[in-house]
């Protein structure tokens, strides 16, 4: 049973509007959320995070919005770019044994045409 | 500055043939994470090391897998034998366990198994 749900699996946007990427999870343990871009043959790269003490975290043109009475997540990109074109992973995590350990999920993959 | 170093990028293989991933983390960090991406899973957590030490190996999916890390600069994960269904994408990930929560991934290793 997925923890963390993605239930878009791909988005299309147009170059300079909105992107809202959204995501879903079920486990209340979870405190810290964070987001991350991949690019095809590369590794997933950190984007913007928030904790679950806060309800928004804004990094320049992404900003995160956190709903825990919702469990609910979701990541805004404006003006969108073709450079962020990507697959997005929302990731949800809690400390154990020492370690932050985030379960992601399934990504969205996001196409912002020119 | 060197980010998570991962070997082979690319790897085929037969059936039966053992196969073993590299990773060298990033200099300082004190956790390490393997990962397996696949359309039908996502990106799933097989085992992760703090200060060498394995922590939690419970998404390791069959006693045909392993992993060691015998210094903080080096980790290996096993497949023997491997199979048709263990063709994936495998991620490496350090991250700091005292910073912050985000993971730093290699660029992956891509696994065919004929």
């Keep these: 049973d997925q923890q963390v749900k993605q239930n878009s699996p791909s988005l299309s946007v ?22 991350y ?3 095809p043959a590369e590794g997933p790269t950190f984007l913007i995070s928030i904790s679950s003490i806060k309800d928004k975290n804004e990094d320049g043109r992404f900003t995160v919005f956190l709903n825990k009475s919702a469990k609910h997540l979701s990541l ?4 969108s770019q073709p450079g962020d074109s990507a697959v ?3 990731a949800a995590s809690s400390r154990t044994g020492g ?6 999920g399934r990504g969205t993959s ?3 045409h020119p | 500055d060197a980010g998570v170093i991962q070997s082979p990028r690319h790897e085929v293989t037969e059936m039966g043939q053992e196969v073993t991933l590299r990773c060298k983390p990033i200099s300082g960090h004190n956790s390490l994470f393997w990962y397996r ?3 039908m899973r996502g990106l799933e957590l097989l085992i992760y090391f703090n200060n060498n030490v394995p922590i939690d190996d419970s998404g390791m999916p069959e006693d045909r897998f392993s992993a060691k890390m015998p210094n903080a600069s080096f980790s290996t994960l096993k497949i023997q034998p491997s199979e048709p269904r263990d063709s994936a994408v495998y991620f490496c990930a350090s991250s700091f366990s005292e ?7 290699g660029p992956g290793t891509r696994l065919t198994v004929l």
Excluded: A
């Design chain 1, 76 to 79: 805004h990109i404006v003006p």
């Design chain 1, 37 to 39: 871009k991949k690019y």
């Design chain 1, 99 to 104: 370690s932050y350990i985030p379960t992601f």
């Design chain 1, 110 to 112: 996001l196409i912002v």
């Design chain 1, 88 to 90: 997005y992973f929302c």
């Design chain 2, 37 to 39: 991406q696949t359309m």
């Design chain 1, 14 to 35: 147009q170059e300079g509007r909105i992107s809202i990427l959204n995501c879903d999870y079920t486990n209340s343990m979870f405190d810290y959320f964070l987001w």
């Design chain 2, 99 to 105: 910073g912050g929560n985000e993971q730093f991934f």
